[in-house]
Structures are given as C-alpha cells and as structure tokens.
C-alpha cells in the first residue's frame, strides 16, 4: 500500500496501476461503512485509491469542520488490511491553492432536503469530488446509500460534465440496532446513542405501512414523524418523502418508489439517513 499527499505524486503513483481503477472518497475516521465500500472496488476492480481528506468549503462557518474525528493512522492500518493499493491524504492548501476561484454547482437536485438547511454544503462537495476524480481518473467511484442525496448529486454532475466515472452507489451498513455508521456517531453520548435507534425504527415503520398497501405520501411522513416523536432525545430537523430522482417532496398517492429521508439531531450532533420504498 502506497501512501501519498500531493497530486503530482498520485498522478505519478496511478500511472502504475493495472486497470480498471476503482476510488473511494472518505472524509477519514473510517468506519464499516467505508470499509464496505473499499471491498466492493476490491471485488469489482483490479486497483483501489482511497482519499482521505476533510473538506473545508462543504462545511459552513458554523459547522463541526474543527471537531470533525480524525485518526489518520487508525485509518491506514484499517485500509492496509482491506488491500487498498493507494492513499490520497492531500490538505488543504494542496487542493485549495491560493487564489482559488472556480467552483462546481449541482443546481436542482441540491436545494432540497440538505440544501435548504446547509445551502453551501454541495458546492464544496462536487468541487472536491470533482477535483479527485480529474486528480485520480478512476473508472469507478463508489459511495454509500446513507448520504443519498450527495450520491444523486454527484451522479447528476458526472452526466452534465462527462466524466468517464461509474458511480457506483452501496446500501447502507448498519450497526446491530439499525443505526447507520457514521463518523458522527462519535459525538454522541451513551442516552444519544441510544435514542439514535429510533431513526432506523422511524424509516422502518413507513416501509412496513409502505409494503402492506399504503401510499399517501403524506402518512407515510407521520407515521416517520409520530416515531421520531415517541423518544424525547430526538429533534428532527425534516422529514421527507420525495422522489427518488429530483428528491422533490411527493404529494397525494406514491405511484412507484419513494426516498424517505430525515435529519435529526440529538444534542448537539445532527444525524441522517434513509431508506428507499421501491413498489
């Protein structure tokens, strides 16, 4: 495993590696959910990069970008055991030189959902992805299920702009309660980790409604709500029921599938997730 910082040692390091090139985006802290995306490119493809960098323009000045978890060497010997082949840790004046200017912009299916509450948010996103995938070439690029509007953006800025990348979007990896994995369940304490079950039961609740029959898109967000509502630790910030595509709010009966998504905090720490309805 090949461990690298600047672009011109990666683009050096990814001319010696057998096609195809599969990569992973991490913010680091790696978790069982970046790890299930490693072995997928490790499945499908002959050659694995991982980047790890924390990205400062997709976080707004009032956001956790300083307390965000960091283990870099934890997260090297994790990635030594899943053989990835190649480490990506630029910082940021390497990918945000002085008198940086040029920003990529996702424009509809950014202003739902997330864009409402964190409007500079996918901005940073799609610069920074866009940046590794020019740095790195991949062929394919894989991320979770568990931010899927980010993986519907980047999707949308892939087709617009050509870039010769599959997107390949992985189900969500879970802890035995059904709490995804998150780097940001660190922050919570012992009663938060607890009450942040209740997302999992909140989306569970809807699919059980969804698959005996019901479709009013409307109920399917209550029964979401009523759930979320029943344990006092938590404090949703929305909760949707859109469609799957332009992740607009649906109205009225669901004809076909449906993304159910929501934001809650517990405490100070703000959690995400989502689960697709599919008819």
């Known amino acids: ?54 990205n400062p323009t997709q976080f707004a000045p009032h956001e956790d970008l300083d307390a965000y978890p960091r283990n870099t060497a934890r997260d090297l010997e994790l990635l030594a055991a899943e053989g990835a082949h190649l480490i990506w840790i630029p910082d940021a004046e390497e990918m945000y030189p ?18 409402l509450y964190r409007p500079i948010h996918f901005r940073g996103v799609t610069t920074v992805v866009a940046k590794l995938f020019n740095a790195a070439t991949p062929h394919q690029a894989y991320f979770g299920q568990k931010d899927a509007q980010q993986a519907a953006v980047i999707q949308q800025m892939v087709r617009d702009l050509n870039f010769g990348v599959e997107i390949k979007v992985c189900p969500t990896v879970r802890e035995p309660d059904g709490l995804a994995f998150s780097s940001r369940n660190a922050y919570l304490d012992p ?23 019901e479709r009013s898109a409307d109920l399917l967000r209550e029964i979401m709500k009523t759930a979320l509502n029943s344990e006092p630790l938590a404090n949703p910030q929305y909760v949707s029921c859109s469609n799957p595509d332009t992740l607009l709010e649906l109205t009225g009966q669901i004809n076909g599938c449906a993304l159910l998504t929501m934001a809650v905090f517990f405490g100070k720490t703000r959690l995400i997730d989502n689960m697709i309805l599919e008819a």
């Open 98 to 115: 002085e008198n940086f200017q040029t920003w990529v912009e996702v424009v509809e299916v950014t202003r739902p959902l997330e864009g």
């Open 1 to 54: 495993m090949q461990v690298v910082k600047t672009i011109s040692e990666l683009r050096s390091a990814r001319r010696n590696l057998p096609a195809a090139v599969g990569m992973v985006p991490t913010m680091g802290f790696l978790h069982a959910g970046h790890l299930s995306l490693v072995r997928a490119a490790r499945r499908d493809c002959a050659s694995v990069i991982v980047s790890i960098f924390v």
């Open 191 to 213: 009663e938060e980790r607890r009450a942040a079950a209740i997302l999992f039961k909140a989306l569970s609740n809807a699919q059980i409604a969804f698959n005996k029959g």
